[in-house]
């Protein structure tokens, strides 16, 4: 079966909107028909409205370049922009523009953000690929309550997403009870405006990234409700480009062997794969035996920025039923647009968006 | 009451070595009368051992220089060193080394060492100021055990340093279950040889110190042996030049709110100051509520690196009575050589040392 | 002979205006009275306008800290600042905004500033000690061309001032015909509006700082117009936090060794130091034999910031009398604010200040 | 017509060697067949020499993975190691080990090297693909001299091939009388033994790499021996993973516009591409006209890692017809193995092969 859809991207000179720009174009089912942006952008071409006023500088910042056809497309004023006739608008604005902007697409079309905006909303599933894809299922009610034709659905902030990809299989297999973290983020993270400054973080660690921690605390405990485990998070900035690595600390809930962990690692069905999902990695989740492994630098990359990587998996002495192990996530592939898309591809295949 | 003490300084040449002799060259108490290094470097004035047979460059790591006196000292081979007549000898050799060398010492000469060769020895110490110095009282069953007239005397690993010296004031105030740290480590801490490679920690985390966790969990019990805490160390490398920075969460015996804490850790007595010792800070514990802080690069050499920063003082909601922090301590300041002076000091007032 | 003299900063929050604060607070000569900044700062104790109004947290970019005195100095409006009765305003605004003020506060007082605005003006003197302090003699022509009781003075680029600071001994011993120098310009010269981002240096070389090079071009002809030697610049960012490192290759005017150049070097006369200016350094250029240095990170706090340091001189066999160093300059200690307050120093003992 | 070859690599288990494995598995014409290190690594299959004794971590520094059929080659002697029946052998060996090892197998084979053991002898070319390849009839002369069937050709230093390729196309168009050139190298460009620490290079400049200046004159000349340009260069180490960026100032035999010479690049003939050589890019120079580029992070993967990428160029006022730029160019791809493979490509289309 063939497969084809016409898709929207919102916020597109942005670096999330950028970053959708490289995960769709040359997509085998969506294809990129409207860019939008803030109304200072509007009515030039994409490549026109990428140019620095000062230096005429092409301002992009993904290592992939644009193709040409996107570069033509005209750009529309995000706040005027009406979806209708698209199958998905991928949306990256900041959350308090997909807060106005986001209820007036989904009237009519599917919308699919990385934006935080409506992650909260009850009737909102925030959907995880082979982890809680079964929370699709909300969006009947959220259609239902709201009246809309469309729906809203957010991918979680990125440093959830590798956390859920790795906590998912243990609660499966253990049960979990708790799980502590420490997150030590990439730049690209925290974006460019303002973004982290290089006289502040060179031979440096910031250790504060402003909400960061609650949106990982809340967000994992709605991505895994089944599993009624705390999460307790400090997320520092660390001078890596790409990947976040984080150092958790699991309480499951009876006790495992590492053997038995790296074996439920390793074994974690990859429905989206199976699903045949462009964008789904062979490997899921990879396990790394050598334990100078994890690395962001050499790990981030894995799948093509999609698979989730492991590594140091230990006993910890201190939780009960305790496991200790870091990870590494691509934060802006599989934790940002990349991630959107493999959601989308999984909302196309399981009948959500009309076409 | 003047006091005056000669000392050697065993591992002359090398980076823990040069700490030495940073932290002890214009000390008022301490007076470095003898160098001793490996064969190769002996028979030469200190300041010719330091040249790279190749380029002709000093080989000096610190930032101070050494002084002239100090560079006219001829060193002498370690393995043939007698250390009679001094008042202290400081042990900057690799463990293996020092496993030979320091009881040949301590059979007429107080060692103070930075190496693990004695850590885990039942009449050994395992001193901190401020922290455990009581314990100092097992010099006399390690002298009478042993048949020595001097003693040796090591300090930490210099990931513990801040751990037991932050999680001290929480077990006197509230009692201390657990603790759970992922320690951030400057690369100061691997030394040179073989040390990081650029290569390896540019855009990068290596994820892995080889024995660190273990030496962290052993003598963090070891050091604070009325609080029976269970410690779970992960300890990764950061491209950080020096401090180690670390992400604790703590279980206490009791609850206690965020000020509570930060009164505790504000409050710590400072007994080094008290007594007078030169090298003690005038704040051992400093707290910041600017959640932006500590940062390694503007916190580490708080005190003259003798002060452990503290930050990010926040309820955990996963361990009983959780609370959670960031410390910043300066591995190779009070974390090595300078702490290890300190430690001498403290014998030195409490009449450990004959003079 | 006790001097002391009433000062001004203005755009004292900025971070060049910060650099300033450290400068002078403790200055044995300059007291610091008053403080102005933009009008969004203006009525509140400097302490409190440095807070940041999302995080309370202090914005404050130096490593050593304000004293309290400064900080409870009410600040106020650039704009509307007099400065009567100060003997002098050290001016640290953007350009535009020095352009505008600094004409204005000249009618009555001495400014002394590291804004551009005024460098190209006939009438202005470039200064920088040691090299062509015999300028400032301009300044009274620059009085009677405008009618102004006081005087503007800038100090030059921080890519300038290492340069002019070590081809002014060889223009003197041996002439010099013209330079070319590739810069690698640490990240503190960027400042933080806009600065350089941590993404964009992190594992990269910026190849391009607008405006940089033809302000070398120029400034550098402007203060060795004795000298008619052309320079040729290329300057790019390194991921340094401070310290400028300038690969030059100058024509000399006759043939020289490099020890006649290294003794050019070493043999310069510190002016500023002979007539006791409290931030001259004890060394002006500090040469190194050994062919690893200089380094920005080892050698940019050389006396305190104030010491230009060279190596790696060698013959060039491209230019005519060809010789080739490196030298590495501290841009915001000599290259900035403590550069601008040693010239104020030396025309306080020239008597251009009224005190 | 279908090529085919066989070829075997030396040195296999080091930096060079693994980056030859890389270059090699999977190419169209040349089939890795035997591979050789020291002593120490023969007699096991390649993935088990490759294990850390200590760790048992595969130390293995690209990229790219090796396929599993060259993981199962066993590793032989390279001491004892007998080329006769392969094609080709690519040495990766250090110079002194080359200098014993590649006489011994041209007797029978042909060698393409990256040591610099032969560089400079007379009856051997070393060869820049686009540049000097008719310099490769001096294999005729080679095989003559020495009596062998086989030859040995060495690719230049990696901070020569960019200036060479860059240099080469003003030379033709416009003359060239000299060239200066500060060198900002990548740190992938010192290797792992002992290579550059972390401690060393961060926040750092290194301005002194060994021997590498005086390559860099040596070679331009010996590749440009049309054009009797001095070069000069200053060589430095910055925090750079790959890549080596190039401040160029060239003086050329007459005046040319800025225009000109952009043509002069980006009209620059690509024979290897013409020629149908597998690793040869679609674009032998790229030319930017947006001035903060070339930036190493961004333009060292251009032409997978195979063009050399130019920008900023501009007039230059010290050097007669001067004009400068800045360059880029991919170290361990073009620079290294992949520019090696490249140059036995070229021999084996014109026949120096024997196949």
Redo the contacts between chains.
């Keep these: 079966m063939t497969r084809s859809y016409t898709v929207g991207i919102v916020g597109a000179t942005g670096i999330a909107g950028q970053q959708f720009v490289i995960a769709l174009q040359g997509h085998p089912w969506f294809s990129i028909e409207r860019l939008a942006a803030s109304e200072r952008s509007a009515g030039r071409p994409f490549g026109q409205a990428l140019l620095d006023p000062k230096?005429?500088?092409?301002r992009w910042?993904c290592?992939e370049e644009p193709a040409a056809k996107v570069l033509s497309i005209p750009v529309e004023n995000g706040d005027a922009f009406d979806p209708e006739g698209l199958d998905v608008v991928f949306s990256a604005t900041e959350s308090d523009v997909a807060q106005v902007q986001e209820p007036r697409f989904a009237k009519t079309t599917a919308v699919v953000s990385t934006a935080s905006a409506f992650r909260y909303e009850a009737d909102v599933p925030l959907l995880v690929p082979n982890v809680n894809m079964d929370h699709a299922e909300l969006i009947h009610r959220q259609r239902k309550n709201r009246g809309w034709k469309g729906f809203v659905v957010p991918i979680p902030n990125c440093t959830v997403t590798g956390l859920v990809i790795t906590l998912k299989p243990l609660a499966d297999a253990f049960g979990l009870r708790?799980?502590?973290v420490?997150a030590?983020n990439g730049?690209?993270g925290?974006g460019?405006s303002p973004?982290?400054?290089?006289?502040?973080?060179?031979?440096?660690?910031?250790?504060?990234i402003?909400k960061e921690e609650e949106k990982v605390?809340t967000e994992c405990r709605k991505i895994l409700p089944q599993h009624p485990a705390?999460?307790?998070a400090?997320c520092?900035r660390?001078?890596?480009?790409e990947g976040h690595?984080e150092?958790v600390?699991a309480?499951l809930g009876r006790r495992a062997s590492v053997d038995e962990v790296k074996h439920a690692f390793r074994s974690v069905r990859n429905e989206a794969r199976e699903l045949g999902l462009p964008t789904a990695p062979a490997e899921w989740i990879k396990v790394h035996d050598?334990?100078?492994?994890?690395?962001?630098?050499?790990d981030r990359d894995n799948g093509g920025g999609m698979t989730t990587t492991v590594?140091?998996v230990r006993e910890?002495?201190?939780?009960p039923n305790?496991m200790?192990y870091?990870l590494v996530s691509h934060n802006t592939r599989m934790g940002a647009a990349a991630g959107a898309v493999l959601v989308a591809e999984y909302l196309a295949v399981k009948g959500y968006l009309h076409s």
């Design positions: 230096t005429g500088a092409r910042w290592q708790s799980a502590i420490t030590m730049l690209s925290a460019r973004g982290v400054m290089g006289l502040d973080i060179l031979d440096n660690i910031i250790p504060f402003p605390q705390e999460i307790s400090t520092t660390v001078n890596v480009m690595t150092s600390f309480a050598n334990p100078f492994r994890p690395q962001p630098r050499l590594g140091r910890d002495n201190v939780l305790g200790k870091l």
